[in-house]
C-alpha cells in the first residue's frame, strides 16, 4: 500500500525554538497533504492543509505564523512549529490523500517543549 | 458542521470475543469512511476504506459496515486477540473528495488474555 513517512518521531526542543516536520508520500504524488494534532486523550484535529505549490489553508483558530506550512513537490510537505512553547506540545500527523485507495499517515511526531 | 462520534469511548474484552464499534455522523453528505487503528504513541493505519455507495467492505477478521441515510457505520471484529488491542477512530471525507477526514474521538480496546 502506499507510504506517507514523517520525520522525526519524537523531538524534543527548547522554548522559543523552532521545528521543521517532515511529512513525505513515498510511493505517490500528493497534490493535497494535511496535518492534524493530538492532545493526550483527544480526537485528531485538523490544523491546516497543504497544497503543493500553494499557501496553505488553515483551520480557525491555528495561527498561520506560528505553524508554518511548506508544500514545495507533490511529495513533501514539511510543518514548522515557530518559536515552540510548552503548549504546543503535541502529537502531530500528516496524511496524504492517495486517489483509490484513501488517506495514508506518517507515522506521527511527538513534539515536547521544554 | 460534520461532527462524528464514537461509542463506546473504551471497552474490555476477553480474548476470542466478536466485538462491535460503533461509529455515528451527523452530516450524511460524505465522500468516504475510513477505520483506522492508532497505537499508542504511533500514529495511524488504516484498516478499512467504504466508499459511499457502498455498503460494507471485509479485511481477513475486520468487517465495516455503512449506513449513510442514517449517518451510521459499525466495525466489527471477529475472535478478538491481545494484538487488536488499539485505539480504533473512525473517520469522514465530506465531497468533494478531497476534502480533510473529521475525526470521531476514538474507541480504546483491550482485549485480555
Known amino acids: 500500500g502506499a507510504v506517507v513517512s514523517q520525520h522525526p518521531s519524537r523531538v524534543i526542543c527548547k522554548s522559543g525554538t523552532s521545528v521543521k516536520i517532515e511529512c513525505r508520500s513515498l510511493d505517490f504524488q500528493a497534490t493535497t497533504m494535511f496535518w492534524y494534532r493530538q492532545f493526550p486523550k483527544k480526537s485528531l484535529m485538523l490544523m491546516a492543509t497543504?497544497?503543493?505549490?500553494?499557501?496553505?489553508?488553515?483551520e480557525q483558530g491555528v495561527e498561520k505564523d506560528k505553524f508554518l506550512i511548506n508544500h514545495a513537490s507533490l511529495t513533501l510537505s514539511t510543518l514548522t512549529v515557530t518559536s515552540a512553547h510548552p503548549e504546543d506540545s503535541s502529537f502531530y500527523i500528516c496524511s496524504a490523500r492517495e486517489l483509490v485507495a484513501g488517506a495514508f499517515f506518517g507515522q506521527g511526531t511527538r513534539l515536547t517543549v521544554v | 458542521k460534520q461532527e462524528v462520534t464514537q461509542i463506546p469511548a473504551a471497552l474490555s474484552v476477553p480474548e476470542g470475543e466478536n466485538l462491535v464499534l460503533n461509529c455515528s455522523f451527523t452530516?450524511?453528505?460524505?465522500?468516504?469512511l475510513q477505520w483506522f487503528r492508532q497505537d499508542p504513541g504511533k500514529g495511524l493505519t488504516s484498516l478499512l476504506l467504504i466508499q459511499s455507495s457502498q455498503r460494507e467492505q471485509t479485511s481477513g477478521r475486520l468487517n465495516a459496515s455503512l449506513d449513510k441515510s442514517s449517518g451510521r457505520s459499525t466495525l466489527y471484529i471477529a475472535a478478538s486477540q491481545p494484538g487488536d488491542s488499539a485505539t480504533y477512530l473512525c473517520?469522514?471525507?465530506?465531497?468533494?473528495?478531497?476534502?480533510?477526514?473529521?475525526f470521531g474521538k476514538g474507541t480504546r480496546l483491550s482485549v485480555i488474555a
Open positions: 473517520a469522514v471525507r465530506g465531497p468533494p473528495g478531497n476534502t480533510p477526514l473529521v
Open positions: 497543504s497544497n503543493e505549490g500553494s499557501k496553505a489553508t488553515y
Open positions: 452530516d450524511s453528505a460524505i465522500y468516504n
